[in-house]
C-alpha cells in the first residue's frame, strides 16, 4: 500500500448523541491514534482517554481510514480530534542475504512518510521551509558509507528513497507530487 492522504489529524464537532468518528488516514494499530475531545470554551483538551475503555478504534482493513467509537457520546459543542501518532523508530531489520520481504519494506516506507508528514504537520503546514534535505538511516559509525544504508533526499517538493550498494547510491523510486 502507499500513503495517499497527506491528512494526519481531523476534528468534528460533537453533538451529544453521535459516538462514532471517521477518520481518512492510515494507522497501522490502533495505539497510533490520539484521540482526545476539546472543551469548546476553554479551548483545553480533557482527557486522557484510555483506548477500550473510552474509545474503540477499527481501522479499515483495505484502504486508508478508520472510525473510533466513544463510549459516551462527546457532549455538544464539543471538538473530537483524532491525531496520527507514529513514533519516530524503525522496528525492521532487513536480512542482510536472500529475499527482500517487500511488506515489511512497504510498511516501513510508508511509516516514514507518516512521520515526515507528522513532523511537517507540526513544524511547517503546507510549507516546505528548506529547498534540499538528506535523511542517512544506515548501521555502524558513518552510515553513509555502509553498503544497505537508506537515504531520503528532499529537493523542493520531491523525495527520492536511495539504497547504498557496493559503495554508490541507488534510487530505489521516488515520490513527485
Known amino acids: 500500500m502507499s500513503i495517499s492522504n ?9 453533538d451529544g448523541v453521535t459516538q462514532t468518528f471517521s477518520f481518512p488516514f492510515k494507522i497501522f494499530n490502533a495505539t497510533q491514534l490520539l484521540c482526545t475531545q476539546i472543551n469548546p470554551a476553554g479551548g483545553t483538551p480533557l482527557g486522557p482517554y484510555v483506548l477500550g475503555t473510552d474509545y474503540t478504534v477499527w481501522i479499515n482493513p483495505v484502504a486508508e481510514g478508520g472510525t473510533v467509537t466513544w463510549t459516551v457520546a462527546p457532549p455538544l459543542g464539543y471538538v473530537v480530534q483524532l491525531t496520527r501518532q507514529v513514533p519516530y523508530t524503525q522496528s525492521v531489520t532487513l536480512p542482510t542475504e536472500g529475499a527482500l520481504p517487500a511488506l515489511q519494506i512497504s510498511n516501513q516506507l510508508d511509516l516514514m512518510t507518516m512521520m515526515i508528514i507528522q513532523i511537517l504537520g507540526v513544524a511547517a503546514p503546507a510549507t516546505i521551509v528548506s529547498t534540499c534535505q538528506v535523511l542517512v538511516i544506515g ?4 552510515p553513509s558509507t555502509t553498503n544497505g544504508s537508506w537515504q531520503l ?25
Request: charged share 10%; net charge neutral.
Open 6 to 14: 497527506t491528512t494526519y489529524q481531523i476534528q468534528a464537532t460533537g
Open 139 to 142: 548501521t555502524g559509525n558513518t
Open 153 to 177: 533526499i528532499q529537493n523542493g517538493n520531491n523525495l527520492s528513497f536511495q539504497r547504498l550498494e557496493g559503495g554508490v547510491w541507488v534510487e530505489k523510486f521516488a515520490i513527485t507530487p
